[in-house]
């Protein structure tokens, strides 16, 4: 196995949410051939709702045995349950709704609304984190990472140029100013990311090209967050064509 960047690209945005929700069944299912259980982790934004969508919609979806699947969040924003801007709940409707995980095996970050401060949120986070990881860890070696970009590079709610970048002790960590609204943000930190087994990031939009081609380039962190992120086994990043201007020829990848 290596863990070198590789990128695949896909004619359009639904034809990249629908391939990678394929490999994600497929990959799921050889986890599970393997192991007892699956550990996800997955983010918000328009193309990582897409893919969940695809997977909730495909009818390869009922190979998995969902009951060994455990999903995680990388990033949530603090508002209250059940608000439109929260992660957690256009994955009710989109993937959760049509996947059968037990409740137990789903693991959101508190909301606002929970009776705890933000930074008690982060602590709760991390205590769950911390007893479902294997000895030695602070968090889930996440067998599948699901990551997007924003056009400024971040990735999580981790910004450009933010202190988060440089935590190397916590595995949660906690945005009162974020450049997106809303302000406040939970978010896991790098060390817990790249400790994934395998790192999937999802790119779409000629607005994500010059921010591709930075972070491949071998940017620095500080300006360009997601080219910090590289899982243990794989770091893939699945592009449509637009967003794939930038990438060098010996980086595009058929297969992987």
Same mark, same amino acid.
């Given at each position: 196995?290596?863990?070198?960047?590789?990128?695949?690209?896909?004619?359009?945005?639904?034809?990249?949410?629908?391939?990678?929700?394929?490999?994600?069944?497929?990959?799921?299912? &050889?986890?599970?051939?393997?192991?007892?259980?699956?550990?996800?982790?997955?983010?918000?934004?328009?193309?990582?709702?897409?893919?969940?969508?695809?997977?909730?919609?495909?009818?390869?979806?009922?190979?998995?045995?969902?009951?060994?699947?455990?999903?995680?969040?990388?990033?949530?924003?603090?508002?209250?349950?059940?608000?439109?801007?929260?992660?957690?709940?256009?994955?009710?409707?989109?993937?959760? #709704?049509?996947?059968?995980?037990?409740?137990?095996?789903?693991?959101?970050?508190? @909301?606002?609304?929970?009776?705890?401060?933000?930074?008690?949120?982060?602590?709760?986070?991390?205590?769950?984190?911390?007893? #479902?990881?294997?000895?030695?860890?602070?968090?889930?070696?996440?067998?599948?990472?699901? $990551?997007?970009?924003? @056009?400024?590079?971040?990735?999580?709610?981790?910004? @450009?140029?933010?202190?988060?970048?440089?935590?190397?002790?916590? #595995?949660? $960590?906690?945005? *009162?100013?974020?450049?997106?609204?809303?302000?406040?943000?939970?978010?896991?930190?790098?060390?817990?990311?790249?400790?994934?087994?395998?790192?999937?990031?999802?790119?779409?939009?000629?607005?994500?090209?010059?921010?591709?081609?930075?972070?491949?380039?071998?940017?620095?962190? &500080?300006?360009?967050?997601?080219?910090?992120?590289?899982?243990?086994?794989?770091?893939?990043?699945?592009? *449509?064509?637009?967003?794939?201007?930038?990438?060098?020829?010996?980086?595009?990848?058929?297969?992987?």
């Amino acid at each position: 196995m290596t863990n070198e960047r590789r990128v695949l690209v896909h004619p359009d945005k639904q034809s990249l949410g629908a391939s990678v929700a394929a490999r994600f069944i497929t990959k799921i299912i &050889d986890v599970l051939d393997e192991q007892e259980r699956a550990d996800i982790a997955i983010s918000g934004g328009s193309v990582s709702t897409l893919v969940l969508a695809a997977i909730g919609q495909s009818p390869a979806r009922e190979s998995v045995d969902w009951s060994k699947v455990h999903v995680w969040w990388v990033d949530e924003r603090w508002v209250a349950e059940g608000d439109a801007d929260r992660n957690v709940t256009g994955t009710q409707s989109d993937f959760f #709704a049509h996947v059968d995980i037990p409740e137990a095996n789903i693991h959101p970050m508190a @909301p606002s609304d929970a009776g705890l401060s933000i930074d008690e949120a982060a602590a709760q986070y991390e205590r769950g984190l911390q007893d #479902a990881a294997p000895e030695g860890a602070v968090a889930p070696r996440f067998d599948i990472t699901l $990551l997007g970009v924003g @056009p400024d590079g971040h990735t999580a709610s981790l910004f @450009p140029e933010f202190p988060q970048l440089a935590v190397t002790d916590r #595995a949660v $960590l906690t945005v *009162d100013d974020s450049p997106k609204p809303p302000a406040q943000r939970l978010t896991l930190s790098f060390p817990v990311i790249n400790a994934s087994q395998r790192v999937w990031v999802i790119l779409s939009g000629a607005e994500k090209a010059s921010v591709l081609g930075l972070a491949l380039a071998g940017a620095a962190v &500080d300006e360009v967050p997601v080219g910090g992120v590289q899982g243990r086994k794989r770091t893939v990043f699945f592009v *449509d064509q637009d967003a794939a201007r930038d990438v060098p020829e010996n980086l595009i990848a058929s297969t992987y």
